[in-house]
């Protein structure tokens, strides 16, 4: 089973507005990570957030972490056409595997 | 990432065929991984290897197997490929001396099974 749970699963917006992404998993973890997908191409990592943390930023990337809930978020700022892509959180659990989220698509119209 | 290459990008075969993908690294990276991923959905790990003598199962491997001929190679093997192994398959690369655990991902390899 699906350790992340992403929502929205698809996301429409205008360039410059806010883009904000939930994930929620099941397990204790050692960190969470974000991850970009071009259609049909490989992942790319954006932003990792350890267990201990609750907040990071880097660049237009904001990453929360609530470990209580068992949830994170992912707000991309100041949004472009080529933000265009989707994004999926991965848990890291005991043992350095990651099991990734459904993903939300996310389309930044021009 | 062009440090970790796959080959073939797509293939086409029939059911009952065995078929090998294949996954280098140039990174220098002692962790490797094999995932499929399904339209729509996330990757779901398939195995994984943290050293050439250390083969893990993921949540996946039935009707799969791997080898770690090297640090830098990692292969996948469907022995007797079905049409539900019809799917995008990512090698992916990471190492215990990074600060951040992060993966490095291949193109991809498109797979489909008729």
């Known amino acids: 089973s699906q350790q992340g749970e992403e929502d929205p699963q698809a996301l429409s917006i205008q360039e410059g507005e806010n883009a904000t992404m939930n994930c929620s998993y099941k397990?204790?973890?050692?960190?969470l990570q974000w991850y970009r997908q071009n259609s049909g191409r490989g992942l790319v990592h954006l932003i990792l957030?350890?267990?201990?943390?609750r907040e990071k930023h880097s660049g237009r990337l904001r990453v929360t972490l609530d470990t209580s809930k068992k949830s994170s978020s992912l707000l991309i700022t100041a949004s472009r056409a080529a933000d265009t892509a989707s994004y999926f959180c991965a848990a890291e659990t005991s043992g350095s595997r990651l099991t990734f989220g459904e993903g939300t698509q996310l389309t930044v119209n021009p | 990432d062009a440090d970790v290459t796959q080959t073939p990008r797509n293939r086409i075969t029939k059911t009952g065929k065995r078929i090998m993908l294949e996954c280098s690294q140039t990174?220098?990276?002692?962790?490797m991984y094999w995932y499929r991923q399904d339209p729509g959905l996330g990757l779901r790990l398939i195995y994984y290897?943290?050293?050439?003598?250390?083969?893990n199962k993921g949540e996946i491997s039935d009707g799969y197997s791997v080898s770690r001929q090297a640090q830098a190679k990692f292969s996948l093997s469907l022995e007797s490929a079905i049409p539900n192994q019809t799917a995008l398959y990512f090698c992916?690369?990471?190492?215990?001396?990074?600060?951040?655990?992060?993966?490095?991902f291949g193109p991809g390899t498109r797979l489909t099974v008729l």
């Open positions: 992916a690369t990471s190492d215990r001396g990074l600060p951040r655990n992060e993966q490095f």
């Open positions: 290897s943290f050293d050439v003598k250390d083969i």
């Open positions: 990174k220098g990276h002692d962790r």
């Open positions: 957030i350890r267990s201990n943390e």
């Open positions: 397990t204790s973890i050692n960190n």
